[in-house]
């Protein structure tokens, strides 16, 4: 994204709390908000010094700040940079940063700071909570997926060979900051991908909100007003449902709209530059809403105004739409039963009565969705 840097004095950022007792903490939003970072972890932590973890792409753009932020606050710093892209939520890249970590010297009582998109946040999350067996961390996240979900709530983790997401800890951050002047130098792709995540907010629980974005999606694109506005009306949404229900025992369930689908597709591209994970998220959202109309939940209409919306911005609603394809009906099926959602066997998916009305359905017939799968496929 290219919008024009803005000069000035630092606006008064949009603040919301996630209220979790004696973990609360504030997710802080606004352009130019990352000058902060030093005195606002000086107030948390004093003392404390910072490992920043980033990956390479991040660290050339937004590395240098950082520590000058940090420096400011006179926190001392040390970086610890990865290879960009998903494939370093692994084994190898967890070692990796666990180990710098311990070099560093980085105790109890100091914090990570992740830089980065949710990769970041996942991978340098989880060496966080393993570390000396936990220690502190603060978000800074920097693609807008990352400033309206994966920083908040505390899912951090890797993936395995057999499916993604699937080793991790639930560790929440003591502090995001969400400056969204570092989204100007996302590549738009990026920056379309993580809108998918944003539309979902409106698509599993905001109709509002959905309307709301399907008029003024551009303006977000363009890094007009409405961008804030949308981050922290994504960001108040998951804090509410992250408050009540931390361990996705219910409700947080429903965040995973579109994932069973789209983790499978992302898996099946081998988590390749092909299908980017909110792209991933877009057709698997397009797909639930066909499969909730298929089950006659919602009608065709309401699913085809979701696949307007999604297919409006350049998201991929079709499968047709993954370059190089995806794997077969029995590859497909094979990675959905490794979904953490399947109890006992049961498939488990996020479904919609209508915009806006997602619910969690257990126990659904994997023959369906093979079927639906199989009528996808041969369409395209
Ligand atoms: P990402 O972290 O790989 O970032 C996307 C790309 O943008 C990378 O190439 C990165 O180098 C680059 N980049 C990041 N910030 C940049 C910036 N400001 N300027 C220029 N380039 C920048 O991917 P993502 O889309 O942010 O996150 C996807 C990951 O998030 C997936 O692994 C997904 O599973 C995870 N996720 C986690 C949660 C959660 O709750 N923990 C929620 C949603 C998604
Ligand atoms: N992104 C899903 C969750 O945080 O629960």
Request: neutral net charge; hydrophobic residues 45%; glycine residues 12%.
């Amino acid at each position: 994204m290219t919008a024009p840097l803005r000069q000035g004095p630092l606006a008064e950022p949009i603040m919301v709390p996630v209220a979790l007792g004696t973990r609360a903490y504030d997710i802080v939003i606004g352009r130019g908000q990352l000058a902060s970072l030093g005195s606002r972890i000086g107030g948390l932590r004093p003392g404390a010094k910072c490992a920043i973890v980033a990956d390479a792409t991040v660290a050339k753009h937004h590395l240098a700040a950082t520590e000058a932020a940090l420096k400011s606050a006179g926190i001392a710093s040390s970086a610890i940079v990865v290879p960009p892209g998903e494939g370093s939520k692994s084994y190898a890249s967890f070692e990796t940063v666990c180990e710098a970590i311990v070099a560093a010297r980085i105790e109890r009582g100091d914090l990570v700071v992740t830089l980065g998109g949710g990769v970041i946040g996942d991978l340098a999350g989880f060496a966080a909570a393993s570390v000396r067996r936990g220690l502190d961390f603060v978000q800074v996240p920097t693609t807008l997926l990352a400033q309206v979900d994966s920083s908040v709530g505390g899912k951090t983790g890797i993936n395995s060979r057999q499916g993604k997401n699937l080793i991790g800890a639930f560790h929440q951050p003591v502090l995001v900051i969400a400056d969204t002047a570092l989204l100007d130098t996302l590549p738009e792709r990026d920056f379309r991908a993580g809108y998918a995540e944003m539309a979902k907010f409106g698509l599993l629980g905001d109709a509002a909100f959905f309307t709301w974005l399907e008029a003024n999606w551009r303006d977000i694109f363009a890094g007009g007003p409405g961008r804030e506005h949308a981050i922290a009306v994504c960001c108040r949404g998951k804090a509410g449902i992250v408050a009540r229900d931390e361990r996705e025992t219910g409700e947080r369930a429903l965040l995973n709209l579109g994932h069973t689908f789209g983790h499978a597709l992302e898996a099946g591209c081998g988590f390749s530059s092909r299908l980017l994970h909110g792209e991933a998220v877009a057709l698997g959202t397009a797909l639930a809403f066909e499969f909730s109309a298929r089950r006659g939940l919602i009608s065709a209409a309401d699913a085809a105004r979701a696949h307007a919306h999604l297919a409006a911005v350049g998201l991929p609603t079709h499968i047709k739409d993954v370059p190089g394809g995806v794997p077969g009906v029995d590859a497909l099926m094979d990675l959905i039963a490794q979904d953490k959602k399947v109890k006992r066997g049961r498939l488990t998916f996020i479904l919609v009565r209508g915009i806006g009305q997602a619910f969690v359905e257990n126990d659904v017939d994997a023959a369906q969705v093979r079927a639906f799968l199989a009528d996808k496929l041969a369409q395209q």
